[in-house]
């Protein structure tokens, strides 16, 4: 409840702080100097001496809220003074200017919540203090920005180590990683040695931070912090001396940082967490920063891109390019040159010293290590996997031998992700990338899709953890369905007819989900089958090319929901193959262009509303009166939006709505109660948008920002008693029947 109480008071006060700032830039020029000062500084003043009674009155919530709408309005007066050159504030530059006030503001600020004790002024007075060095280095350059953010870090880690306080540990928790983000993306691009040298010197100066701060922080912070700690020294290392070599080898500093880095930690760390987090680290920066510095890491954008590298001149999917070599028929240089192989070779590497690694520190009975030693094994597999799929774009073969290659090393993953659960996740990148090759040629979609389906399939029974078992369950599925889609195609058949395809496997998916005496799934997998049948069914309705199609898939729908309804576990499923009934009606009366709709759906109406009232004693208002109701109120609905400007349907369907609102009051029945309050209320929204839209337009632009705010902050104040009255509302409506 207080949480949602503190969400109205932040929006309410979001609103007035927008309002403000509306006002103080829109109707600014309106008033002279005198109103401008008087009415800033006047509701400034009251805005911040408010909070102090309500604290007192135990409005603790309203009064922080007021404080924070203060020190917006401290801003604005900063911006009002720089305007109207008090003091010869005009004459200061931008950034120097909004430097200096956020830390008078930041300052005042903190004084204020300690006087009036309150609880946020002062640890929002601490986050404005990490910006007066960062706002003027924005105009200066990367760098510069970079070193304002490490030094505000720096102050951050020597506050925090003096005194510990939280505030400042989550304040150096953003500027230290955003300095480190921007500094490594700045050392991707950086090619010149002026600007090389400056860079690596302020990520080394990060590093030495990170780690000071990791000795003194908990577990989890200083595995995170050593991780990034190495990253970033690697990146400090590698760019200097990519920037001096030329050709092939710039690479090559790359891996060869890594290693330095990864024997530095073993050597200098005796804490298992933090050598792993120091290797992992070291291994994936050592990747990343080699694949991508130099162009020469094109063999491995090429087997990641798959398809999306060709050319638009090329083709695309199922453009029978697989029968050159698979750099040419990419657009790649057509021969493999000596930064393949340095890549080839670079990646080899990282492999082989991941591997001694896991060898060398893999025996221990610890179980927190033995999990984070199957993990070192998991990332060195993903290693080698990258490694095996470059393979054939690096060494120039033909495109069938990259697919074979490709689908081989999914099936192997497929395989192993049956003992262990984490190389799940390897095998499901795999097949998407063997998949997204696959695009390119029709033969091999089918061929890769036809394999993929069959081994997730098989996965699904011989898997030992659930969770592979319903992944691969949801894998077949979908693979299943895919290759449905591409027989159907290949097969010459109209592809507009994909959506019955789709609604065809989904049935199949339903039929096997379906628990029979001998269940040829488990629970887990059986409902995952039915789910992404659900989902195969919803992008087959999506595919429909037009609305009879739709209206035919969504009776189809129907029908396929009615028949799940017949599983005693599934009743619910009837509610929604009714649903799809309707639709499908509904839409086809739209394509047809039917404008009196109420001529076809009133009759029946009546019909299932005659029904419902032979069964209305058996069972609840929604069976017996929810299908004729929405039936007849909805599709006037429809009707109503879809052609504005005529007033005899909206009238008629207002006062039918408003007849069902009351017979439900009166007979205590939900179904009609709801549907009838339902359709007066759009009904109602509807006729008065023009009218409210115009008196929108009609006063100033932020008088209703402003009104919507101080409404939320006043519903906010008196949370609790509105709380009470939905619930007396909510407790009315459940009791009727």
């Known amino acids: 409840m207080k949480a949602v109480q503190n969400l109205l008071l932040a929006l309410g006060g979001l609103l007035l702080v927008v309002s403000a700032i509306v006002f103080t830039a829109v109707s600014w020029g309106h008033l002279g100097i005198g109103g401008r000062a008087a009415i800033l500084l006047g509701l400034t003043g009251l805005v911040l001496a408010a909070p102090i009674p309500l604290r007192r009155r135990g409005l603790a919530a309203t009064a922080e809220t007021l404080a924070m709408l203060g020190l917006a309005l401290l801003f604005l007066d900063g911006y009002a003074a720089r305007q109207v050159g008090l003091a010869g504030l005009d004459a200061i530059g931008p950034q120097p200017y909004t430097a200096g006030l956020i830390g008078v503001v930041a300052v005042a600020f903190a004084t204020y919540g300690r006087l009036a004790r309150l609880r946020l002024p002062i640890p929002v007075a601490v986050g404005l203090m990490q910006l007066p060095l960062a706002v003027p280095a924005f105009d200066e350059g990367v760098f510069w920005l970079v070193a304002a953010l490490l030094a505000t870090a720096c102050a951050d880690a020597t506050v925090w180590l003096a005194g510990r306080w939280r505030m400042v540990a989550v304040c150096f928790g953003c500027t230290w990683p955003l300095g480190v983000v921007i500094g490594l993306a700045e050392a991707v691009d950086t090619y010149e040695p002026r600007s090389a040298w ?107 891109a798959g398809p999306l590298a060709v050319p638009p001149d090329r083709g695309g999917v199922w453009s029978g390019i697989g029968t050159t070599g698979v750099r040419e028929a990419l657009g790649a240089q057509a021969v493999a040159g000596p930064p393949d192989l340095v890549v ?158 789709l609604l065809g496997v989904a049935a199949v998916a339903m039929i096997v989900a379906a628990p029979p005496k001998a269940a040829l799934l488990k629970a887990g997998p059986r409902v995952a089958v039915e789910i992404t049948a659900y989902a195969l069914g919803s992008a087959g309705l999506l595919l429909a090319v037009d609305l009879p199609m739709f209206s035919l898939a969504c009776a189809a729908a129907g029908v396929l929901a009615i028949g799940t309804a017949l599983r005693p576990d599934r009743r619910v499923a009837g509610y929604v193959g009714t649903a799809f009934l309707l639709l499908a009606g509904w839409t086809r009366l739209l394509a047809e262009r039917v404008e009196l709709v109420e001529a076809y759906t009133v009759p029946f109406s009546l019909v299932l509303l005659a029904i419902g009232w032979r069964r209305a004693r058996e069972s609840s208002s929604w069976p017996a009166y929810g299908a004729g109701l929405s039936f007849s109120l909805l599709p006037s609905l429809l009707a109503v939006y879809a052609q504005p400007g005529g007033w005899i349907r909206p009238l008629t369907l207002g006062v039918a709505s408003f007849v069902v609102l009351l017979l439900g009051a009166r007979s205590r029945l939900q179904a009609p109660v709801a549907l009838g309050g339902f359709t007066l209320a759009a009904v109602a929204v509807h006729e008065l948008a023009p009218w409210i839209a115009q008196l929108v337009t009609a006063v100033p632009r932020w008088v209703p920002v402003a009104a919507g705010g101080m409404a939320l902050v006043l519903i906010g104040a008196t949370y609790e008693a509105r709380l009470q009255d939905v619930r007396r509302m909510r407790d009315g409506f459940r009791g009727l029947r």
Do not use: K, N
């Not at 590093?207 to 912070?221: D, S």
């Open 344 to 501: 080839l070779a670079a990646l080899a590497l990282v492999c082989a010293v991941l591997a001694l690694f896991v060898a060398r520190h893999g025996r221990t009975d610890d179980a927190v290590s033995r999990a984070r030693h199957r993990t070192l094994i998991v990332v060195g597999l993903a290693i080698a996997s990258v490694t095996v799929a470059v393979c054939p774009v690096a060494l120039g073969l033909p495109y069938p031998a990259a697919i074979a290659v490709q689908l081989v090393l999914a099936v192997s993953l497929a395989a192993m992700s049956a003992r262990t659960a984490l190389v799940s996740v390897l095998a499901l990148a795999a097949a998407l990338e063997v998949c997204a090759w696959a695009l390119v040629s029709e033969p091999a979609t089918l061929v890769v899709l036809g394999v993929l389906a069959v081994t997730a399939a098989v996965t699904v029974p011989v898997a030992r953890t659930p969770a592979v078992r319903t992944g691969a369950a949801v894998t077949a599925t979908l693979l299943f369905g895919g290759e449905a889609v591409a027989l159907w195609i290949a097969a010459g058949l109209q592809p507009r007819s994909v959506t019955f395809v």
């Open 198 to 304: 400056p860079l690596s010197g302020a990520l080394i100066v990060a590093v030495v931070a990170g780690l000071v701060v990791a000795v003194r922080a908990t577990r989890p912070w200083s595995v995170a912090l050593t991780a990034i700690s190495a990253i970033t020294l690697i990146t400090a290392l590698a760019v200097p001396a990519r920037v001096v070599l030329e050709g092939p080898w710039a690479v090559a500093p790359a891996p060869l940082a890594g290693l330095a880095v990864t024997v530095l930690a073993v050597l200098s760390s005796r804490t298992a967490s933090v050598v792993t987090a120091a290797v992992t680290a070291a291994v994936t920066a050592a990747i990343a920063t080699a694949l991508l510095s130099t162009p020469v890491a094109m063999p491995v954008i090429v087997t990641l």
